[in-house]
C-alpha cells in the first residue's frame, strides 16, 4: 500500500451508507469514489495541518476542525 492509498474504507457502499458524523456536514470533507465503487470520505484540512489525518475514521463525533457547510445549515431549517 503506498501513502497515497485509502488505509481503510471509511464509508460502505453506496446503498448502505451510515452517518459519517460531523464529516457529512463539513465544508472540508471530500467524497472520493474508486474504480470498484468504493467511497472515501476525505478531510481537506488534512492537506495543510498533520493534526487531520486523511481519511478519519468515521463517525467523527467531535472535531476542532469542523466547520459546518451552507447547505447544511439550509438541510436544518427544513421547508418554509
Ligand atoms: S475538519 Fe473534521 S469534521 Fe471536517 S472533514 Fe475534517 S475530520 Fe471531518
Known amino acids: ?7 481503510t474504507r ?3 457502499p ?3 451508507d451510515t452517518p459519517g458524523g460531523l464529516c457529512d456536514t ?7 469514489r474508486n474504480t470498484r465503487g468504493s467511497g472515501f470520505s476525505m478531510c481537506g484540512r488534512s492537506r495543510d495541518d498533520p493534526r487531520y489525518p ?3 475514521r468515521l463517525p467523527v463525533r467531535t472535531c476542532d476542525g469542523y ?3 451552507p447547505e447544511a445549515e439550509a438541510a436544518q431549517e ?3
Request: proline share 17%; glycine share 6%; with cysteine.
Open 54 to 56: 486523511r481519511y478519519p
Open 26 to 32: 463539513c465544508v472540508y470533507q471530500h467524497l472520493i
Open 10 to 12: 471509511t464509508r460502505p
Open 78 to 80: 427544513g421547508p418554509r
Open 1 to 7: 500500500m503506498s501513502a497515497s492509498d485509502p488505509p
Open 67 to 69: 466547520e459546518e457547510r
Open 14 to 16: 453506496e446503498g448502505h
